[in-house]
């Protein structure tokens, strides 16, 4: 059986199961002939290494197998220095059309200046509720994101560190770089290697997923979006603006649960992403495929976020189509009322569910927006206790408190959450 489970949903599914077999059956070839060669050149490799390395020290401060244990430290992002990304076929896909004069106009420059103090100052205030709360907070490094690069494949200007969860998975002790699939972040990683070299040398392992080219062939260059309506049935078609080209996906469109992953195949994760991450894991953790009815999926956890045991944040306006597997294996399903907002308040690139984004500092405690005043009534009746911090500016730039950070140290071991 693969370990990607292929749930019905739309053409998906089927899709997922014929790809998979697919790049399994093509991968098969001369992997046993491969395995042994070069044995003795490894062996010499290694007793170098054993002299020249330092020992793994028995404390490694990474530690994280699922979105709830007690929360130890974390990156949270930074807005300084962000840009509007160039108005390319892949970002198109994934904002509205009245936001598109907006980056047609602005592409390549820092956003509104007056509205990035607003979010800084935010996420300052953030860190140091963190800080209060006990968790040790670490930041990346502050980049110009307006620097113009090239590829031989492409050319661009950046976009932020602003959202660590979109770029970085932890998994035990292991932090793995997604590679992306916005040409605006493909060296967005460089704001977070100085810390990942600390990590790696306090005795974290570190992955990096093979980077995508992002070429033309990535994305399908006459993806017909026009309205919502498009979208919803271009989605339910299973099709996307990614292509099967090359592995591609965000960290952000994966949600843990200790053995289980859940994950979904969205505008910027592709199936070839998800099976790379399947065998990357191996059979030590489930990866199972789900599918909304989402007019834009990129990112799962405004969607389907996973707040305890067996207890899960699901989007109202965009139902799960296996919901029933959680609902038989026990789980409980909370729908989060609709959030408050305003509607001229600029979201450029997600939307209005970012009220059910938010951050588990335990399994009794939530960070959640100061305004959302009736999101915190839901969780007063779960039992768990609010710790109100606004960040309406920082949601601008996509994201709400779980995008913001990305949890380096949680307090627990890894568990099965999941029949």
Same mark, same amino acid.
């Given at each position: ?236 078609? %299973? ?7 090359? @592995? /591609?996906?965000?960290?952000?469109? &994966?949600?843990? #649960? $200790?053995?289980? *992953? ?47 045991? %067996? ?7 965009? @139902? /799960?189509?296996?919901?029933?597997? &959680?609902?038989? #294996? $026990?789980?409980? *399903? ?86």
């Amino acid at each position: 059986m693969l370990r990607v489970r292929c749930m019905r949903g739309g053409s998906r599914g089927a899709e997922a199961a014929h790809l998979i077999g697919a790049m399994v059956a093509r991968a098969a070839t001369g992997w046993v002939q491969k395995a042994f060669q070069g044995t003795s050149a490894a062996v010499a490799e290694r007793d170098t290494l054993s002299k020249s390395v330092d020992p793994v020290p028995d404390e490694c401060p990474v530690n994280s197998f699922n979105e709830w244990d007690t929360l130890e430290e974390v990156i949270v992002g930074r807005a300084e220095n962000a840009c509007v990304p160039p108005f390319t076929v892949e970002v198109k896909a994934n904002t509205y059309e009245k936001h598109w004069p907006f980056y047609q106009k602005y592409g390549g420059q820092l956003f509104p200046e007056e509205h990035l103090k607003k979010a800084v100052s935010e996420i300052e205030e953030m860190c140091n509720i963190l800080r209060l709360e006990g968790v040790k907070v670490r930041r990346p490094e502050p980049i110009d994101w307006v620097t113009h690069y090239k590829t031989p494949d492409f050319d661009s200007t950046g976009l932020y560190s602003a959202m660590p969860r979109d770029i970085l998975l932890v998994v035990g002790n292991e932090i793995i770089e997604a590679p992306m699939a916005w040409r605006s972040r493909f060296f967005e990683y460089r704001a977070y290697r100085p810390l990942i070299k600390e990590y790696f040398s306090q005795g974290a392992k570190w992955t990096t997923a093979p980077k995508p080219t992002m070429a033309d062939d990535l994305y399908d260059q006459e993806y017909p979006m026009r309205t919502v309506e498009d979208r919803h049935q271009l989605a339910a078609q %299973g099709k996307f603006v990614t292509t099967e080209f090359e @592995p /591609c996906f965000d960290a952000a469109d &994966f949600i843990r #649960a $200790g053995r289980d *992953i859940f994950a979904q195949r969205s505008q910027v994760t592709n199936y070839m992403g998800i099976e790379w991450m399947r065998r990357h894991l191996g059979p030590e953790y489930r990866i199972h495929l789900l599918s909304f009815k989402d007019p834009n999926p990129m990112h799962i956890d405004a969607t389907f976020n996973i707040i305890g045991p %067996g207890l899960v944040l699901s989007n109202p306006d965009r @139902p /799960c189509h296996q919901i029933e597997m &959680f609902k038989k #294996a $026990g789980w409980t *399903i909370v729908h989060p009322p609709t959030p408050l907002i305003p509607d001229d308040h600029p979201l450029w690139m997600s939307s209005k569910w970012l009220s059910m984004n938010v951050l588990m500092l335990d399994e009794k405690r939530v960070l959640v927006e100061s305004s959302e005043t009736t999101t915190q009534k839901m969780f007063e009746k779960l039992g768990i206790k609010t710790i109100k911090v606004n960040i309406r500016h920082a949601n601008s730039l996509g994201g709400g408190f779980h995008c913001w950070t990305c949890d380096i140290r949680r307090r627990g071991i890894l568990e099965s959450y999941f029949n």
